[in-house]
Structures are given as C-alpha cells and as structure tokens.
C-alpha cells in the first residue's frame, strides 16, 4: 500500500513521464515489481498512462483519497499533536485536540490500529509561560504581512516599538516572535509572554515574508549568544 501510494506520488510532481527504471531505483524494488504495481493501480481506477520506452504520467484531475498517509506519516502528525497540545499556545493546544478527532475520523481502516497503538509519546515538559497577547490574532497578522505595535518589556526596561512579525517558534515553555523593529533598524526577538500592548496596524509590511526569513537567517548563521534567554 506504501509502495502504491509513493507511486502516485512520484508521477503527481513529475513534470514528464517517468520511466519504470527510474520509479524502481527511486523506490529500491525491481522494474518487475513497478510493473506489476502500475498494473494493480490501474485496476484501481488509477488514471496512469504509458509507453514502453516513454514512461507513465498521471493524467491532470486525479485526487488521492482524503488523509492517504503512510503508517510513518501518521505516527509523525499524532507526534505533532501531542507536542502542540503541550506546547503550543492555547489556540493551537485547542486545535490539536481537534484534530487529532479529526484524524480519527478519516483514517482508512488498516492505519486505525497505527492510530490506536501509536508507540510514540511527547513526555511531559515544564509549564509554558502564558502569553500576554492573542496569538491566534498574531498569526493572522504574520499570514497578511500587517504591521504590529507593541509596548515590550524586558526586566527593568520598557519601549514603543512597531515590528513587522514573520515566524513564531515554538520553545517548551516560551513563544518568540522574529521580527524586524523600526525603532531599531534590525531583526529583533520579542517573547510573547513579554509584550504588554499589541495592537495590529492597517499598514502592510513591504517586504515578502520569505525574503525576511532569507535576510534574518543570513544575520543568524552569525549570532554566538544562542544559550542567552530572549
């Protein structure tokens, strides 16, 4: 069934047809085995195409049934879950109970007892620290590249700042926010739990998020202080 699906896999990302010697040294199984494997998709109602010496395409309109995962896959997501549920923000922790009913609910029946019997566990960690804003709010900003105004506190210290909000990490017990900062000129962390205002701004940020992220990981190859609490 994995070996199936990784198939269908394979000829949906492809750009041209893929040989059947290719698919066997992608998968490590012999072009017998891809052969008759092709065959049983096709008996499937699977619309696969080919020609010797050409190859096989997926033919454009083909959807996988919902939540075709591999029993690898769904142990990696029921992980996810449980370490959202513990570490998340309280929005995500919510989301995660849900969706793991969720996953319940559309899993085929030969992965349920993956789902049933799953041998990873998420132990517990040290309580979070709460956070002082609305992330889900935050997130939504991050997602329409807003603007954010935010008083931050830091110890004894206490500064205006408008920051332009980009990646959220996830840490055991704390939620950092990468940023650039105006008043500073330069990519800023700021610990959400840490931020006594925040309002969102009209204004939308002009740069794309992914070039902020490229710029901000080229300033972090540099940084020498990772062990320095934000």
């Known amino acids: 069934m ?3 699906f990784s198939i269908v896999q394979v000829l949906r990302a492809a750009k041209k047809p893929v040989k059947a010697k290719e698919l066997a040294e992608q998968l490590e199984v012999s072009v017998r085995t891809i052969y008759r494997d092709i065959a049983e998709l096709q008996m499937q109602n699977v619309p696969i195409v080919g020609e010797a010496g050409i190859g096989y395409i997926l ?3 083909f959807d996988l049934p919902p939540l075709m995962l591999t029993a690898e896959e769904l142990e990696a997501a029921l992980l996810g879950v449980q370490w959202l549920a513990q570490c998340g923000d309280k929005a995500l922790a919510k989301s995660a109970g849900s969706l793991t009913a ?3 609910a559309a899993i ?3 992965l349920r007892h993956v789902f049933l019997a799953s041998p990873g566990v998420v132990p517990a960690t040290a309580s979070a620290v709460a956070d002082t804003i609305d992330m889900a709010a935050l997130r939504t900003a991050i997602r329409d590249r807003k603007k954010i105004a935010i008083v931050y506190t830091d110890g004894n210290t206490c500064s ?3 920051i332009w909000p980009f990646i959220i990490a996830y840490f055991e017990t704390v ?3 990468a940023a650039w900062c105006e008043l500073r000129g330069a990519f800023r962390h700021f610990r959400t739990d840490r931020i006594a205002t925040f309002d969102i701004l009209p204004d939308t940020y002009p740069k794309p998020i992914s070039l902020l992220k490229a710029e901000w990981w080229e300033t972090e190859q540099y940084r020498t202080d990772y062990n320095r609490p934000f």
């Open 2 to 4: 994995n070996r199936l």
């Open 175 to 177: 939620r950092v926010v």
């Open 102 to 104: 969720k996953i319940e």
């Open 160 to 162: 205006a700042r408008v």
């Open 59 to 61: 033919k454009n309109g």
């Open 108 to 110: 085929p029946e030969h």
